[in-house]
């Protein structure tokens, strides 16, 4: 039903900068949010930042806040994260996804709102 595709990912210097998009396709109507979620080795999942399609209401961790942006481009149905002042704790798979029609409790913030997800993309920020 919705397909996305990351890109963006790389390796990067410790106080450098990365953006990263994620292309979504179908029926992205059907969704209410995009968000990001990374993973690093060794622990578990956590939540990034989540935009909205409509009103482009955002949410952002409190590991990330001020450092990440989270966009959307409603044309190109393609939302990105641009994240500076990269330090070797973000470094992690990315991955983007789609919520559920309505999110619950958390305002889609859980991965449990989120329907459809990418590959994921690989960031490494070295010391």
């Known amino acids: 039903q919705v397909q996305l595709v990351e890109s963006g990912g790389g390796l990067v210097q410790a106080g450098g900068s990365l953006r990263l998009s994620c292309a979504a396709s179908?029926?992205?109507?059907?969704?209410?949010?995009m968000g990001w979620f990374r993973q690093a080795p060794g622990k578990e999942q956590e939540f990034v930042s989540t935009?909205?399609?409509?009103?482009?209401?955002?949410f952002y961790a409190d590991t990330v806040k001020g450092r990440f942006t989270i966009t959307i481009d409603n044309a190109k149905s393609t939302v990105y994260l641009q994240m500076n002042s990269l330090t070797a704790e973000d470094t992690a798979v990315y991955y983007c996804?789609?919520?559920?029609?309505?999110?619950?409790?958390?305002?889609?913030?859980?991965?449990?709102?989120?329907?459809?997800w990418g590959q994921g993309t690989q960031v490494t920020v070295s010391s």
């Open positions: 996804a789609a919520s559920r029609p309505n999110c619950g409790t958390y305002g889609c913030r859980a991965p449990y709102e989120y329907d459809y």
């Open positions: 179908g029926r992205t109507d059907r969704t209410h949010a």
């Open positions: 935009i909205s399609w409509s009103d482009r209401s955002k």
